[in-house]
């Protein structure tokens, strides 16, 4: 599990937005329906490395488990 305060500092590098926290597995753009995986509790917050959900009900699966 991340560290809070790390949470809290974490945005998007995208679009320097907030970012939820989907399990232990994934940071979630909603905004821009991205993914960025956790490896070891590290995030891997490359623009090149996120997962695209363009699934709708991906995409409400990962919003469904996201802690805000």
């Known amino acids: 599990m991340l560290d809070e ?3 809290a500092m974490l945005v998007c590098p995208e679009d320097r937005g907030p970012l939820l ?5 994934m940071l ?3 905004r821009l329906r991205k993914g960025y995986r956790i490896d070891d509790g590290i995030p891997v917050l490359l623009i090149d490395e996120a997962v695209a959900v363009t699934d709708d009900a991906e995409h409400q ?3 469904d488990r996201a802690e805000s």
């Open 5 to 7: 305060t790390l949470r």
């Open 21 to 25: 926290l989907v399990g232990d597995e």
């Open 28 to 30: 979630y753009n909603p």
């Open 61 to 63: 699966r990962l919003l």
